[in-house]
């Protein structure tokens, strides 16, 4: 991939809409594509001319990191209608895999020894990356905490193919973070809501690179 790829951010709901804010904010010119297209020509307007919408074909057509912001069975849909068209891409999935429970919380909706990351990864179309990011932090967190100082927050990141390494952590500077690797896929859980390394888990808050050394 090139220094700086284009980058789509498909779904528009509360993190969708902060990650695309925080791309505009670091200078990264941003695609935005939603089932809802006035909602995306509606952000698009708000956030100026580095951001773009178009309808999701074109978005994953353009794009070279796609950013696919919606609810995890939506994921898999998306994977399987665009199977042909996201090959060579870089997918990003900040999915956690919950539900609203009967006592006003949240449930996991897959096992509980499960992760979004490793199920997806087995539906991933031939030639395309995955890479499990952005979704540790709420939305307001992930507003509120971009381009920190003196110390940047960290969100945290797992990825097999290390060769997207830099394209990941590139973008997450970008959204105003110090990216953090917690290895391969088989580490996601722990990025995802109820582990802990998830600010709705163990964690339980925002931290600095050093902090997360300690939490590794």
């Known amino acids: 991939m090139s220094t700086k790829s284009k980058v ?110 490793q199920i997806l990864s087995l539906a991933l179309p031939k030639g395309a990356k995955l890479a499990k990011a952005l979704g540790t932090l709420s939305a307001a967190s992930l507003a509120n905490a971009a381009f920190q100082k003196p110390e940047a927050a960290v969100l945290f990141y797992a990825t097999d193919d290390t060769s997207i390494n830099a394209d990941i952590e590139l973008l997450i500077r970008d959204n105003g973070f110090e990216p953090v690797r917690v290895g391969g896929l088989d580490q996601s859980i722990r990025i995802e809501v109820f582990g802990d390394l998830h600010e709705f888990g163990a964690l339980g808050k925002t931290v600095t690179a050093v902090e997360a050394k300690g939490k590794l």
């Not at 010119?29 to 001319?49: C, D, T, Y």
């Not at 990191?65 to 069975?73: A, G, K, M, N, R």
């Not at 849909?77 to 919950?98: A, H, R, T, V, W």
């Not at 429970?101 to 949240?106: L, R």
């Open 8 to 117: 789509a951010v498909i779904g528009l709901g509360s993190i969708g809409k902060v990650v695309a804010a925080n791309l505009v904010k670091g200078n990264r010119p941003v695609i935005l594509a939603s089932r809802k297209p006035e909602a995306a020509k509606s952000l698009a307007q708000q956030l100026g001319n580095l951001a773009t919408a178009v309808e999701i074909d074109a978005a994953i057509k353009e794009a070279d990191i796609i950013i696919l912001s919606v609810w995890f069975d939506a994921i898999k849909e998306l994977l399987s209608k665009y199977e042909s068209e996201l090959k060579g891409k870089i997918i990003i999935d900040p999915s956690n895999p919950i539900a609203l429970d009967d006592k006003g919380g949240f449930k996991k909706i897959i096992g509980e020894k499960e992760s979004a990351g």
